[in-house]
């Protein structure tokens, strides 16, 4: 059973250009979220897409945007890419159900490192 | 709104002797807590979790945690470290409503084990 996938593993844009991430769910899962995490912290929340929708969204700028696709997979787009979006983009997937239950576990995958220069 | 404090940037612990990685929250309501573990070149891998109930709760690989409301912590402990547990600590915690997506992560903790 693949757990989350994302790609591509590690990539290297210079600023003002635009970049997109992949991500594919956990099989079941239908709901999926994207962080950043900086170096030297923790994973960040940046928004939340579920039924291809937008649900919840962190404090990040528009120029972090998404899509959910019909099949659950997601991708995150950053445009005019700045220096300080240099960091590890997790996707994590769950599935939609309220606490407690136990099913909306995040599970997260490896990761994207996007290095701005 | 909430947010998560882990005071220890980096703890050493020699192989076999107990460890105890702090975690302090700040929350109006009760919360629920996570710990996550992050490997070098890994994602997050979830310890265990607390969402009500039993104050002492117990994970994979042989760790626990307990939710002290009167302390806001959620301390995670292992008594026998092995060298496989070193990597990165981080504490979460998300809001009681809703679903699980936002949750708020500590800036972790480096654990490193010496032989």
């Known amino acids: 059973d693949a757990g989350v996938t994302q790609s591509p593993t590690h990539l290297i844009k210079t600023r003002g250009q635009q970049v997109t991430l992949r991500c594919s769910p956990k099989?079941?899962?239908?709901?999926v979220s994207w962080y950043q995490q900086a170096l030297g912290q923790g994973p960040q929340f940046i928004f939340q897409?579920?039924?291809?929708?937008?649900?919840q969204r962190g404090n990040f700028p528009d120029r972090f945007s998404g899509h959910q696709f019909p099949n659950y997979s997601s991708e995150l787009n950053v445009n005019a890419l700045l220096l300080g979006d240099s960091a590890l983009y997790l996707c994590a997937s769950s599935l939609a159900q309220l606490y407690p239950s136990g099913a909306n576990v995040l599970t997260f995958g490896a990761g994207s490192r996007l290095t701005v220069l | 709104a909430q947010s998560v404090t882990q005071p220890d940037i980096h703890i050493t612990v020699s192989e076999g002797a107990s460890l105890e990685l702090r975690c302090n929250y700040s929350?109006?309501?009760?919360?629920?807590l996570f710990w996550y573990v992050q490997s070098p070149g890994q994602g997050l891998q979830l310890l265990l979790k607390?969402?009500?109930?039993?104050?002492l709760v117990q994970g994979i690989k042989g760790f626990e945690a307990e939710f002290k409301r009167s302390q806001s912590s959620f301390n995670l402990r292992k008594p026998s470290v092995h060298w496989s547990d070193a990597a990165e600590y981080f504490c979460?915690?998300?809001?009681?409503?809703?679903?699980?997506?936002?949750?708020?992560f500590g800036t972790g903790t480096r654990l490193q084990v010496t032989l």
């Open positions: 099989s079941g899962h239908d709901t």
């Open positions: 897409y579920y039924e291809e929708e937008e649900r």
């Open positions: 929350y109006g309501a009760t919360p629920y």
């Open positions: 979460a915690v998300a809001p009681d409503t809703g679903t699980a997506s936002k949750l708020t």
């Open positions: 607390y969402f009500s109930g039993d104050t």
